[in-house]
């Protein structure tokens, strides 16, 4: 059931008649069919019968958008998987055709058996609309190829199954790297199809005139793959629980991670993007607080040290609010690594977040006096100094775009 209205494009208007038949609202709606066959409407000028429309204001239906519905952090948990293991077998070849050509007033026609098509593949695509494995399944077979026909007429091929990954998600086999998919639209051919069968007319030859062989398809290629995400990003943010990394992602980027007063709010990798006046973006990366020992995996471990190896440029977050902030940073460079040799000398900024609070102002001399490297100190909560942040974040960017470029690599883009 649905309301119309008279719409007519010339005449005398008839909407009062239309709508003194039909109910106007609440549960008395009819059919309008019904209205107009027990109350017959004049036509207008002309002979011809006006259309009936159904986009009136106060008839049609709300078309707005539905917004994306706000997932909570205990649920994004569920949600967010970064490690699957899947098993892909790819489709088998068809067999091949076995049969003689048939026509009359030709006797010996001879064979016409075609070729089986070929199994279809399982192939692995990158896309950048995908956050998370949550949605790869672990079993995937790509689809048989037909059977050859008469007349020489080959089998179809089996469709390729694609199976779609998020970017940056690394393919294992055995312990073993064997792909790497780092960019948006590439693909990895995770397990071949098998090759169709031959006929009977394949195996025709002058020593035999009307052969009856004919081999079945091959069987697909079979592998058990281990998938890992690493999330891909220009810059990483790292730093202790509780040191207002979320906060700071919030402040500079339309990302909406999960924010409390209490360590360990944030469970998942985030990724926010800044946005600048000349149309590049810079994608920066909320990884989950680590803790001492976290290469021993201890608190959250090595679930998430492996999404800051993809990390250009690293931005160390330190909580002003505590006595000798810079032992911090010394813990959290000691965690990398040990992880991952290298990896703690990358190029990046410490910084320095709490700075409205009263005994951040001294712990910020200090902190100067201790490192020699660059600190910017900022709020993420009041917004002080993020000028400055912007600033050097975008000449990080610019100089790994420029070492991209000079080793004849093109940088990621977002």
Same mark, same amino acid.
């Given at each position: 059931?649905?309301?119309?209205?008279?719409?007519?494009?010339?005449?005398?208007?008839?909407?009062?008649?239309?709508?003194?038949?039909?109910?106007?609202?609440?549960?008395?709606?009819?059919?309008?069919?019904?209205?107009?066959?027990?109350?017959?409407?004049?036509?207008?000028?002309?002979?011809?019968?006006?259309?009936?429309?159904?986009?009136?204001?106060?008839?049609?239906?709300?078309?707005?958008?539905?917004?994306?519905?706000?997932?909570?952090?205990?649920?994004?948990?569920?949600?967010?998987?970064?490690?699957?293991?899947?098993?892909? +077998?790819?489709?088998? %070849? &068809? $067999? *091949? /055709?076995?049969?003689?050509?048939?026509?009359?007033?030709?006797?010996?026609?001879? @064979?016409?058996?075609?070729?089986?098509?070929?199994?279809?593949?399982?192939?692995?695509?990158?896309?950048?609309?995908?956050?998370?494995?949550?949605?790869?399944?672990?079993?995937?077979?790509?689809?048989?190829?037909?059977?050859?026909?008469?007349?020489?007429?080959?089998?179809?091929?089996?469709?390729?199954?694609?199976?779609?990954?998020?970017?940056?998600?690394?393919?294992?086999?055995?312990?073993?790297?064997?792909?790497?998919?780092?960019?948006?639209?590439?693909?990895? +051919?995770?397990?071949? %199809? &098998? $090759? *169709? /069968?031959?006929?009977?007319?394949?195996?025709?030859?002058?020593?035999?005139?009307? @052969?009856?062989?004919?081999?079945?398809?091959?069987?697909?290629?079979?592998?058990?793959?281990?998938?890992?995400?690493?999330?891909?990003?220009?810059?990483?943010?790292?730093?202790?629980?509780?040191?207002?990394?979320?906060?700071?992602?919030?402040?500079?980027?339309?990302?909406?991670?999960?924010?409390?007063?209490?360590?360990?709010?944030?469970?998942?990798?985030?990724?926010?993007?800044?946005?600048?006046?000349?149309?590049?973006?810079?994608?920066?990366?909320?990884?989950?607080?680590?803790?001492? %020992?976290?290469?021993?995996?201890?608190?959250?471990?090595?679930?998430?040290?492996?999404?800051?190896?993809?990390?250009?440029?690293?931005?160390?977050?330190?909580?002003?609010?505590?006595?000798?902030?810079?032992?911090?940073?010394?813990?959290?460079?000691?965690?990398?690594?040990?992880?991952?040799?290298?990896?703690?000398?990358?190029?990046?900024?410490?910084?320095?977040?709490?700075?409205?609070?009263?005994?951040?102002?001294?712990n910020l001399q200090l902190l100067r006096e201790q490192i020699?490297?660059?600190?910017?100190?900022?709020?993420?909560?009041?917004?002080?100094?993020?000028?400055?942040?912007?600033?050097?974040?975008?000449?990080?960017?610019?100089?790994?775009?420029?070492?991209?470029?000079?080793?004849?690599?093109?940088?990621?883009?977002?």
């Amino acid at each position: 059931m649905f309301a119309v209205c008279w719409a007519g494009p010339g005449g005398p208007a008839v909407p009062a008649a239309v709508s003194a038949l039909v109910p106007r609202c609440g549960a008395g709606w009819f059919h309008w069919r019904s209205a107009l066959l027990l109350n017959p409407v004049p036509l207008p000028v002309g002979g011809r019968q006006a259309p009936f429309s159904t986009t009136c204001v106060r008839c049609s239906k709300n078309r707005r958008l539905r917004q994306k519905r706000v997932i909570s952090e205990r649920k994004l948990t569920r949600y967010f998987v970064d490690h699957r293991k899947v098993r892909v +077998v790819g489709g088998q %070849g &068809g $067999a *091949g /055709g076995h049969s003689f050509h048939s026509e009359p007033r030709k006797v010996f026609g001879g @064979p016409d058996g075609g070729n089986g098509g070929d199994g279809g593949h399982v192939i692995l695509k990158a896309d950048q609309q995908m956050k998370s494995l949550s949605s790869v399944l672990p079993f995937y077979q790509g689809f048989n190829g037909e059977r050859g026909g008469r007349k020489n007429c080959y089998g179809a091929n089996g469709a390729y199954v694609y199976v779609k990954v998020p970017v940056g998600t690394l393919v294992k086999e055995d312990g073993e790297v064997v792909a790497d998919l780092t960019r948006h639209g590439e693909e990895y +051919v995770a397990a071949y %199809g &098998g $090759a *169709g /069968g031959k006929g009977n007319r394949f195996f025709l030859s002058n020593e035999n005139r009307a @052969p009856t062989l004919f081999t079945p398809g091959e069987p697909g290629q079979e592998r058990v793959l281990h998938l890992e995400l690493k999330t891909t990003a220009h810059a990483g943010l790292v730093g202790f629980p509780n040191a207002g990394k979320s906060s700071l992602l919030r402040a500079i980027s339309n990302a909406r991670p999960a924010v409390a007063a209490y360590p360990f709010t944030t469970l998942n990798p985030h990724v926010g993007v800044v946005c600048y006046q000349d149309y590049e973006q810079v994608a920066v990366a909320d990884i989950p607080g680590l803790i001492k %020992g976290a290469h021993q995996n201890r608190g959250l471990g090595m679930a998430f040290l492996r999404h800051i190896e993809r990390c250009r440029f690293l931005l160390y977050v330190v909580d002003l609010s505590v006595s000798q902030p810079w032992i911090q940073l010394q813990d959290l460079k000691y965690e990398l690594e040990q992880y991952k040799k290298g990896l703690s000398e990358r190029p990046s900024v410490v910084i320095a977040n709490k700075i409205d609070l009263t005994e951040s102002r001294l712990n910020l001399q200090l902190l100067r006096e201790q490192i020699d490297e660059r600190v910017i100190a900022v709020s993420a909560l009041t917004g002080d100094n993020l000028e400055e942040l912007f600033l050097h974040l975008r000449e990080l960017y610019n100089a790994y775009v420029k070492t991209e470029q000079s080793q004849g690599q093109s940088p990621v883009k977002w």
